[in-house]
Structures are given as structure tokens and as C-alpha cells.
């Protein structure tokens, strides 16, 4: 590529536009079918008669692009794999829409770009169709990044919010809370004696295996924006049932405590990007919980709690001394553009 | 909604996150699959055993945001659903995703999702799907909008860039310019005698209506940045054949013509977001534009010129005055933000 800079003109559809995306993203994104150049990308659909469709979207703008334990383009493929995942569906195929601040250094873009490339291969998806759009300066803030997955659910697996039942036990994949410090603390510039990094994964191999040992979970979701609290509060919400939680069994990592205590933030409404909770019924709790503990995504998986008929929609945290308290949704912006 | 602007929060994925969507979107974007509430929308494929599944994406960067004949919103989907419709995919999904500037009076945003919805509508497409995130103000202008879209291919249809062949005609269903130049009078407060509005308009019901008389037709494309020249060199590009366009035969709106004059532009290079050029076996020329003309989106559908053996790669126009000039791809940025 001949400019170091992105241009207005990379933006215009014309000749500088096709040089980007034949240098940098067909060169990073190597699939047929985003090779074929068309308008959108086509692929025989060979879906088994009992399958269905999943389509998840999601868009990213998080600040500062890089940070430890990841960048906006892992975050780009990771939790959008993760939201495919957590509805029980394979991944197939995602899009990609960049919209790129003009001046952005071309470096910084095939760092992003590279990062996206590697997730994908990661979690076993391709990159198959995308399109950039560039904003004069000062319109965006460097690069943000849309992608958006298809994926295939199988027959007899039904994941839901909505699934949850008294009596369920619900089930954490590991320590919580790192996402979130590890960018407040890029952001800020703070330094801790405990290293803090983003634990951004893709989930959808450790999503496989649990639903290979327990095809009957009854409900899976990743504690991002909003955090732990969020999302058992969502899941709540949308099976009226209660959740019970004991504080002393969620699992977070002496950094984050000391860092959590610091900032005045609560771990449980930190942003996670390689976490699920896992909503299954009793008498799988050993099968999926030694399941995911097999997977390099949820060795420290950990029993939090359970699902109650009692307060409905409620979510109750049994504190470490014994006093219960309500959890409520996270109200307000506690860490703008996480993701 | 009790705000009347967006406020950091709406992104936090917490309670504003929750009350934006189910005040807004799901009001608007009615569909069961999106009132679900799950990290992705998920349905039952139900496809024939030979079709083929699409997705294409696109963000909408355009300024300003309403302009006469349309609005972001609009255009967010046509654009979307046009592209589908390109490679002869019925549009069945759409995500929408939503980057929103800190600030933006909900207002507005609310009229640009009262668009989205009744364009969708119009095209027989569903959101069902999305995602909301808010940058502090000066980091967005105002909103982004990313749409995805997923459609299926019917047994026996290809279309593609890749397909023209020597002696294909070249059609184009309507006059050009009108959408470029809407954009650029209002941006710039110009007032022309002769109205300029954006020709935005789903393609889907014009596409069926000509492969429904011609499933043999070769490729379609929609015209849009860099308009319809860097269109055709896209096509001769990738088919490696030559393409030759009688400058008289392209309608060019009076008011179009006029406002190009004035400005220094050329409409040949302005975009369009309601027009389609199809290449078509020569056999098929009338047949195709029979149908095209039946329809309300086709009805000034006219031959422009033809595909050759010649200088492939190269699209060469036909003067008025029988001069031959070669046509290459735009370079640079005509008018940046377009959509």
C-alpha cells in the first residue's frame, strides 16, 4: 500500500477503495468467498432439515484500541462468536463493516485487521464479506468495528433466557472482572503491582463440549457490558424466576479485587469477554461443570448458585457474611466503551 | 422515554440499555424473534435442499442524516437489501446496529428507526436483531449505522460479477445521479430550480420480477459509490471482458445534468441507491426490460450499451458526439459520506 494514512478517497467506492480491500483485507481474510468480490457472499446453505438460523450483531468502540490481553479486533471476533455461541449455535460466517476515522495510520488498521484474523482461525470462523466506510477527522474516534455471525443451531438444542427453571443451578466459567479493569486501567494509565489483563476468548469450543455432555442446558449467556449482575438480572427478568447467588463462590482474581476496591467499582458489574453463565438443570451440574473444567476456557468453573421460584424476576446476592441483598441491573455508565 | 437525549448509558448494556430497546426498538422493529431478548435472533432455516444462503453488511456514515427522498435510515436498509438482492438472494434478515453520539436528541433518533421500519416494510424484510453503543460526544457525528443482512438463493439462479459474457447486453433500470446529488445540494444549501431528490428505494420486488422472466440473467449490480463507471469496471474487471456504453442512451435526470454542470461533476461517477445495471445473454434483452419497465422501480429501464471481447477490463464510452473515451474506476473522493 502506497499511502501510510487512511484517505477520505479509501472510503469513496473507486480505485483506492479496492485497493484496501485487496491489500490488507483479502490478504488477512483469506476465504473464497470474500475473494469473489460480489455484493454479498453466497455459500450452498446443506443445513440438516431439523436446523435453524442464529443471527447476532454487534458493534465495537472501544477505548483505547489496544490493551492488555487483546485489541478491537479480537474483541470484534470474539464477542460476536460468543453471541452465536451462547444461543447454542456453530458459527459459520461473519461480516465485518469498519468505519475508519480519516488520518487513521494504516499500521494501526492491519494490526486490528491481523488480530481479526487470528480470533476468526481461532474459533473456526470465516470473515466472508465487509465494507468500510471513512469519516473525515474528528467525525469518529480512529476505527469501529461491526461484525455480524451466522450460525446453525441443532436439532434439540434449546438455549433461552427465558429457560430458566426453580430448582436450576447456575454455573460461572471462571474468574470475572478482568475485561473491564484491564481497560480502565489502560485507559487511566494506572499501574498494579498484579498484572490485569482482558480474559477476551472465543467460547463457542467450550460452549461445544458442555452442550456435547448436556444437550439439555437450559440457558447460557456472557456477562459483558453490565457484568454478572446484568445478566443474571436479564435472565431473571425473562423466565420470572429468582436467582440466588453466594458471593463467597464467585470466583474474583486478587488484581481485580485490589483494583475493584480502588476505582469504587463492584466486580459483579465489571464487563467480561471470555465468561458465560450457564443456567442447567440439577442433575447436570457435575457433567457440564466437569465438562467445561476440561476446556482451557473453564478450568476455574465454579457452582454460584440457583434458581428459585420465590421473587421473581429478583436477583439475590448472599453476601460472605450472611446478610442477603438485592442485585440490581446495572443503572447509569460505569466504564464507557468497554467494547 | 423519560430523556430526550442519548446519554452515555443508553451503551452501558444496563437499565437505559434495556428501556432504549424496549421503548424504541422493539416498538418499531416488530418481530418475534427480536422480542425475544436472546444474544442472537435464531428461527428455523426450513430451506429447499438446493439453496444457497447470502449475507452482506454495510455502515451508514451519511451527512447530513435527512435529506430530501430519504434519511439514514432509509438507506440503511435499501442499501442493505439491494445488495442481497444483487446476487439474486431474497432478503429474509436484518441486524441493525447502532453507534450514537452522546447527546443525539432521541427525537431524531426516533425518526431515523420510524424509517428503518417502514422501509423494511416496504422491502418485506425483518430487523430482528441489533446492538446499541453510545460514544461520548465528539467521538461519533451523530449516528452510524451498520446493517447486515441474510437472504436465500433460489435453485438455478447466479449471479455475479464474474458472469458477463462478449455479447451480453448491458441494461440499466432508471436514470442516474439523483441520490448523489440530493445529498451534496443539501450539505451544501444549494437550491436548484429543478428538484433533486435521492432515487433510495429497496430493489428486491424488481429483482424477483426480472429473474422471474429471465433466471439466466448473468450479473446485477446496484450503482453506488463511485457510481455507475466504477460499477462497470468492477464487472469487466472481474468477468475480464470489455464493456461499451453509448453515452446518449444513459438517462441522466434534467436537474441532475444541470446541478453536475454547476458543481463539476460527472454523473456517471455519482452515487445511486435505486438503481440497477444487469447484464443479460442478448436473447434476453427484451424480456428483461419488459419486466424491468412493469415495475415501479424499472419503469425508465433502458439499454446502455454492451459487452465485448476487446479490451478487457475496460469500460469505453460512446460520446454524444461519437467519440470513444475510456471510463475508469473513480479515483479519489467525489463526495465523501454519500451514505
Chains 1, 2 share one sequence.
Not at 450457564?278 to 457435575?286: G, L, N, Q, T
Request: hydrophobic letters at 45%; aromatic letters at 4%; glycine letters at 10%.
Amino acid at each position: 500500500m502506497i499511502h501510510s494514512h487512511v484517505l477520505l478517497a479509501h472510503g469513496s467506492g473507486g480505485r483506492l477503495t479496492h485497493d484496501l480491500i485487496h491489500d490488507l483485507f483479502r490478504s488477512y481474510f483469506c476465504s473464497p468467498l470474500l475473494a469473489k468480490g460480489d455484493d454479498a457472499a453466497v455459500w450452498p446453505a446443506n443445513l440438516p432439515p431439523e436446523a435453524r438460523l442464529a443471527l447476532t450483531t454487534d458493534s465495537y468502540v472501544v477505548q483505547p484500541l489496544f490493551f492488555p490481553g487483546g485489541d478491537i479486533g479480537t474483541l470484534a471476533v470474539c464477542g460476536t462468536v460468543n453471541d452465536l455461541a451462547m444461543v447454542g449455535a456453530r458459527p459459520l460466517y461473519l461480516s465485518a463493516g469498519f468505519i475508519l476515522e480519516e488520518g487513521l495510520p494504516l499500521a494501526q488498521l492491519e494490526r486490528v485487521v491481523a488480530s481479526m484474523a487470528r480470533s476468526a482461525s481461532e474459533a473456526g470462523v470465516h470473515i466472508v464479506t465487509g465494507d468500510t466506510k471513512v469519516v473525515d477527522r474528528g467525525s469518529a474516534d480512529q476505527v469501529f468495528i461491526n461484525t455480524t455471525g451466522v450460525g446453525v443451531v441443532s436439532a434439540g438444542i434449546d438455549l433461552s433466557g427465558a429457560n430458566a427453571m426453580a430448582g436450576d443451578r447456575v454455573l460461572l466459567s471462571g474468574p470475572i472482572g478482568q475485561h473491564g479493569l484491564a481497560i480502565m486501567t489502560q485507559r487511566e494509565g494506572l499501574q498494579f503491582s498484579l498484572p490485569l489483563e482482558s480474559d477476551c476468548a472465543p467460547l463457542n469450543g467450550l460452549v461445544d463440549a458442555m452442550l456435547k455432555a448436556a444437550p439439555t442446558i437450559h440457558c447460557m449467556r456472557d456477562p459483558t457490558r453490565g457484568g454478572l449482575a446484568t445478566t443474571l438480572n436479564e435472565i431473571a427478568a425473562q423466565s420470572q424466576v429468582g436467582i440466588e447467588i453466594e458471593e463467597s463462590r464467585v470466583p474474583v482474581p486478587e488484581g481485580v479485587r485490589a483494583a475493584c476496591e480502588l476505582l469504587g467499582l463492584d466486580p459483579l458489574y465489571v464487563a467480561n469477554e471470555g465468561k458465560l453463565v450457564a443456567i442447567v438443570p440439577p442433575e447436570m451440574e457435575d457433567t457440564v461443570l466437569d465438562a467445561m473444567r476440561r476446556h482451557r476456557y473453564g478450568r476455574e468453573a465454579a457452582l454460584i448458585g440457583g434458581v428459585c421460584a420465590t421473587h421473581p424476576g429478583r436477583v439475590v446476592l448472599q453476601t460472605s457474611l450472611g446478610a442477603h441483598r438485592v442485585l440490581d441491573m446495572l443503572s447509569g455508565a460505569q466504564l464507557p466503551r468497554i467494547c
